[in-house]
């Protein structure tokens, strides 16, 4: 009696294949995974330096509390491209690092755009610095080429704008 294994290696080779393509998608998986944590991480830093660097957000503001004033030319805030500037500011829910203070975030927004998301987010992933008399504004997206801000302080306020 002759038996036909044609049947039997479908069956093998079937199963090679399913877990090479599980393996592939595992590993494509991994990598997308690396490279958004570095990338984030990059963008991380780069709104720590926009904020709280010697020439940022905090600074500045610092500045024209101390008198100085406003700069006519505004604030290039070049990076991170794609994430916003936040004001978290009176009775609003708030980040953690902002709470019983008015402060300013630069974070990803939120999808979909709920206010208690995006506290998380500023929270997890983002860098939030307390300016106790902050003007609310709208939030800001950070364009690709950067957006430029006017800090000015009126009746002791600090008012942040798009220019």
């Known amino acids: 009696m002759i038996k036909d294994k044609r049947g ?26 690396v490279y958004l944590n570095v990338t984030g991480q990059q963008k991380l830093k780069e709104a720590q330096a926009i904020v709280n660097g010697e020439h940022g957000i905090i600074a500045e503001i610092n500045r024209l509390n101390l008198g100085g004033n406003y700069s006519a030319d505004g604030l290039v805030v070049p990076n991170p491209a794609d994430w916003y500037v936040f004001s978290f500011v009176g009775d609003d829910k708030k980040p953690n690092s902002c709470i019983q203070q008015n402060c300013i975030c630069i974070c990803e927004n939120a999808f979909p755009d709920l206010f208690d998301w995006q506290i998380k987010r500023c929270d997890e992933k983002g860098v939030c610095s307390n300016v106790g008399n902050l003007q609310k504004f709208e939030k800001m997206k950070i364009e690709k080429a950067g957006i430029i801000i006017s800090i000015n302080k009126v009746n002791e306020q600090i008012i942040i704008e798009k220019k």
């Open 8 to 33: 039997f290696l479908l069956g093998e080779e079937t199963l090679k294949m399913v877990i090479a393509v599980i393996c592939i998608v595992f590993l494509v998986y991994l990598l997308v995974a």
